[in-house]
DNA sequence: CCTCCGCGATACTTCCTACGTATAGTGATG
DNA sequence: CATCACTATACGTAGGAAGTATCGCGGAGG
């Protein structure tokens, strides 16, 4: 049985007879005659009386004709399913961050990524940088941004590219000596009980201060407890810039000298990834954050 | 596209292989290329991705191929499906029968119908003989059972057997003079209240009774009243014989003599309508009704 | 009652296209 | 670099779907 039958067994039970039906086909009456008398062959049923007064479906053809046109509606779906998976508009994306992510270029590319693609389900997961390429890597998300380029096994699997640029700040109580100042030197902080995230105390915070220093330190999964704990007093908070973000009415920021340039925003995905919907969401990325559209223009061969 | 295309696609799918889909289609593998590349160019997408370790679907493939395996399971639902209507075990029939049909032949005939065909919807509803003919012309109906054979305009359409013989009783309440005996006469009877249906004072009971006696009768509407209204008193039930079935502790029956042959209680049908539910139910009908088997036996062409 | 007409089925031819065979192109592997 | 496995391409063939002509049948009308 092939689609051609299940069409003109459809033409023919709407057209009521053989040559109308035929010529709504394109064709000519005998072949059609034919074509249904194979159908009823292999169906094994007469599908169709043949009166004087027309054609009509037996009860048969009544059940066969339901399915037919289910059969036919699902065929036209496929086209259409097909075209919107390959153009992203459904699927499914699962994106990885860190925490100061969340703060600022994520909102913007995830609300408006929602907004375009309604239909494609998103998961979204806070974890570390190091906890999103090993995530990537063993196929459990789509897209991670982290801090820093993914190093290690595997690494050279993923295409990484920055997507934002960030200086340390310090994070006080408002009632902190600190609190008025624009800046402060790091020789002073260094002299502070400080928080900071544990990952940054592992890697490029070790470049700015002795490990005596950060050894004491206070340690914080993500940014948000770092500004809470400063808020309460644990002690002065350090981070990226866009800390400055959280606006609490307990808090100050003052800028670190000299400036510390952290390791960049950075969202990897894996360069094996050909899915419509990672293409889709990389085209609202270049959109949301032109800083960074060269380096993805390459990468999307535009 | 064809349904070859489908099951082309799905069986690449499934073996990840051109040359091994190809064999487990019973063709050569270049035919294959050239259909999928066929299908590929009239989605206007990639489906595949054809790389050293196999053939594996994109994602427009997966959404195509998941509306196709829906598509394809309709073709073969239409196949299934019309077989089953075909044979009448899927569809509709809307019975009509006066009440006391109710109480022999079609309890049998309907539990065995249902046990046998538990995916036909039936409508049943209790109306007296001439609506049911009436109905069954219209359409509304598509077996009717009442007593004697429909008359009028259109009977000439309907096809119908007999399938229950019948003669008058009468039903006294415990208490009557009557309740001991085994049989009444006539004449007797017609000196008592009588409790008759509206139906029977109407035709054959006409040939019994004087028209005098019927008018000073009460009407019922079915034979479940008559029964009712002579348990308390109202007088004497008349009904077939039939209606011993109903036993009730306060209701005695007596034969009537002499004894007075009522119409039989009939089948109809339209003679036009080739519905395999209807053939199945007359079937069944055949099997529970071996006294009428012979009358079913022609029309139903054994 | 016969004829005519409309419609579906059948007979036969034509042509498209799906299939088979042979082979070239391509990417991975030792 | 040679080889191997696999898919794509080229081309001839054959099966079947469509076209043309005609038959058979059932109903309407004279």
Redesign the interface.
């Known amino acids: 049985?092939?689609?051609?039958h299940?069409r003109y067994a459809l033409a023919l039970a709407e057209h009521q007879h053989f040559g109308r039906a035929a010529a709504s086909l394109g064709i000519a009456q005998p072949p059609l005659s034919t074509q249904i008398a194979a159908l009823e062959r292999?169906?094994?049923?007469?599908?169709f009386?043949r009166t004087a007064r027309g054609v009509f479906p037996?009860?048969?053809?009544?059940?066969?004709l339901?399915?037919?046109r289910?059969?036919?509606a699902?065929?036209s779906?496929?086209?259409v399913?097909?075209?919107?998976?390959?153009r992203?508009e459904?699927?499914r994306l699962r994106l990885g961050f860190i925490g100061s992510a969340l703060l600022d270029p994520l909102p913007g590319v995830i609300g408006r990524f929602r907004r375009t693609h309604p239909e494609v389900r998103m998961t979204l997961q806070e974890l570390d940088s190091s906890a999103g390429s090993a995530a990537l890597l063993a196929g459990e998300l789509d897209v991670a941004v982290g801090r820093g380029s993914p190093r290690g096994t595997g690494a050279e699997q993923l295409v990484t590219v920055p997507i934002g640029a960030d200086h340390l700040v310090a994070a006080v109580s408002v009632g902190h000596p600190f609190a008025g100042q624009r800046s402060v030197d790091v020789e002073r902080l260094a002299r502070e009980p400080l928080v900071v995230s544990a990952d940054a105390a592992g890697s490029y915070l070790r470049s700015v201060f002795e490990p005596a220093v950060l050894d004491g330190a206070t340690l914080a999964r993500d940014i948000h407890t770092i500004a809470g704990l400063a808020a309460c007093c644990a002690g002065v908070g350090l981070g990226p810039e866009r800390m400055r973000l959280i606006t609490r009415k307990d808090l100050r920021f003052c800028a670190v000298e000299p400036r510390f340039r952290l390791p960049d925003l950075q969202m990897s995905f894996r360069a094996a990834d050909?899915?419509?919907?990672l293409a889709a969401f990389l085209s609202v990325v270049r959109q949301n954050c032109p800083d960074v559209g060269g380096r993805l223009d390459e990468l999307l061969g535009v």
């Open positions: 049985m092939e689609a051609r299940l292999e169906v094994g049923e007469r599908l009386d037996t009860a048969a053809g009544d059940a066969f339901a399915r037919a289910g059969a036919l699902e065929m779906l496929a086209l399913d097909a075209g919107r998976a390959a992203g459904t699927g050909s899915s419509p919907v």
